[in-house]
């Protein structure tokens, strides 16, 4: 299977018990299957400016945002490939445009300011995403987590992805370690995300009603940079609010 490198398509969330993403799995057996990652352990490094400009703007919820990250599906050695992904979201619509790349060429290029050792349009706007914020656009926040994900076994264009265990830590911004960290979740919280490019499924909106699961707004770097500057205050730091 072809690793696709562009989105575009909508991606709507919502917060499960693990009593109701039991339920869901048992509902889905005759829907739906893991793909080929299956069960990952996903690492990822957002990038921001020194004044945390991404992460404060796109908690603002404005009609656009966007924001660069590097994402590993395990542990990366430094010949590994990892994904270099520049996401945007406008009026309620995703657009994922993503390099594969060594991580260390990757890293050392974010890292000291270099451009990628890439060429290509999705480069090119990487590369022009970078120069507009600026040379203090760095790596700034480490954010993992355990992900099962699934596809349908009708072909449709649907994806449904569980998080938990989710964890962010602002120092040892590595791919290649281990995935500790400040808890985002609650231990009896799954994160669910259906991501589609136009509407849901049946048997889903039917689930979703009798258990009465609503959707909700919920940025993973977002909700961990409250929770940093939460902590920055009871520390008595300072970062930007």
């Known amino acids: 299977m072809a690793t696709q490198m562009t989105f575009k398509r909508y991606e709507i969330k919502y917060m499960l018990s693990r009593a109701q993403a039991a339920s869901l799995k048992t509902e889905m057996g ?6 080929r990652f299956g ?12 004044s945390f400009r991404l992460v404060r703007r796109s908690i603002e919820k404005p009609m656009y945002k966007e924001k660069l990250r590097v994402r590993a599906y ?8 990892v994904f270099v992904e520049l996401k945007k979201k406008f009026d309620g619509v995703v657009y994922k445009r993503r390099l594969t790349l060594a991580h260390r060429a990757a890293m050392d290029a974010l890292e000291q300011g270099a451009p990628l050792p890439a060429i290509g349009q999705i480069a090119c706007e990487i590369e022009a ?12 926040m480490f954010l993992s987590y355990e992900r099962e994900a699934y596809f349908p076994t009708d072909g449709a264009d ?23 960290g400040c808890a985002l979740l609650r231990p009896d919280q799954v ?16 689930f979703l009603s009798e258990h009465r699961i609503r959707k909700i707004s919920f940025s993973k770097y977002g ?19």
């Open 30 to 35: 005759a829907h739906m299957a893991l793909d």
């Open 39 to 50: 069960h990952s352990t996903i690492r990822n490094i957002y990038l921001d400016t020194d």
């Open 74 to 81: 395990d542990k990366a050695g430094p010949d590994d490939p």
């Open 129 to 140: 995403f970078r120069r507009f914020y600026g040379p203090t656009l760095a790596p700034a």
């Open 158 to 180: 649907f994806r449904l992805t569980l998080d938990e265990n989710i964890r962010w830590r602002t120092d040892h911004i590595d791919l290649s370690g281990d995935c500790r």
């Open 191 to 206: 994160l669910m995300e259906l991501k589609t490019p136009g509407g849901i499924p049946m048997w889903m909106v039917h």
């Open 223 to 241: 909700t961990a940079y409250g929770q940093m500057l939460a902590n920055d205050d009871m520390m008595g730091g300072k970062h930007y609010a």
